[in-house]
């Protein structure tokens, strides 16, 4: 039920963190996987690490900003393999100021990547899984989504506007046989949130939100995409998985008399 053979697999954000594990997770699982990434280069060597283990890969150089390229690429998967099945999609950015500090210049950036770059892969990508009769979207959401704190606003914001993306889009193209679901992590080891890790209050402080008490690797964010690109997940479609180690359950930690 797990298994993506056969499947033809364009993972965006491929280059590093939570895209280089997925993408690396859906060759291992069988895809032939498209590593696409602004930073080409580091796609480049996801994609040989893949080929080194005798897997299908290649890569490109996409910047999810620009609809045009966004297009292209899709479109060379698409001459290359006739299809597309499966499409996730990670980079966003995060600006860490309070609303009244923000440029109008930060604001269009972090709404411009996490927000309409989303917006232009998953249209992109859903134009040939509509042509085919079926396919599976996968956004990164976040727990930010739910809860934040200060600094977060406009990252919050476009993480709750991804997760309307996807419901929306789900209904959309439910009748065509393509699924639409969000991922939302806690706090993940990535190099998005290396200085907070450089900071070993803010890092303890952000793993004890956590009812598992820690942070997780990029590799804990593989599972949970393969479920739901794969046909494990065929009756899936306009959801959020959260994968954020009990962050979103627990509203707080005091222990009542008692229940010790």
Not at 78 to 99: F, M, Q, W, Y
């Amino acid at each position: 039920m797990f298994g993506l053979e056969g499947k033809v697999a364009a993972i965006i954000g491929a280059a590093s963190g939570i895209g280089e594990a997925v993408a690396l997770g859906c060759a291992r699982h069988g895809a032939a996987v498209h590593c696409l990434d602004v930073d080409g280069d580091g796609a480049t060597t996801v994609a040989n690490v893949a080929r080194g283990e005798g897997l299908t890969a290649e890569s490109a150089t996409v910047d999810i900003t620009d609809p045009a390229a966004v297009d292209a690429a899709v479109a060379g998967i698409v001459a290359a393999h006739g299809r597309v099945d499966i499409a996730v999609c990670t980079p966003s950015i995060n600006v860490r100021k309070r609303l009244l500090d923000y440029t109008p210049e930060e604001f269009d950036a972090v709404v411009g990547l996490n927000l309409k770059g989303n917006f232009n892969v998953l249209r992109a990508v859903a134009r040939p899984m509509v042509a085919s009769g079926g396919g599976s979207i996968v956004l990164f959401s976040s727990i930010r989504s739910q809860v934040v704190e200060p600094g977060q606003s406009v990252y919050a914001a476009t993480k709750a506007g991804l997760v309307q993306l996807a419901r929306a889009a789900a209904a959309e193209l439910g009748p065509s046989g393509v699924r639409v679901n969000a991922v939302a992590p806690g706090v993940v080891e990535t190099p998005l949130t290396a200085p907070i890790k450089a900071q070993r209050d803010w890092y303890d402080a952000y793993a004890s939100k956590s009812v598992l008490g820690r942070w997780a690797s990029p590799d804990e964010m593989v599972g949970p995409v393969i479920f739901l690109a794969s046909d494990a997940a065929s009756y899936v479609t306009g959801t959020v998985l959260f994968v954020d180690g009990g962050w979103t359950a627990a509203d707080g930690r005091f222990i009542p008399p008692g229940m010790e």
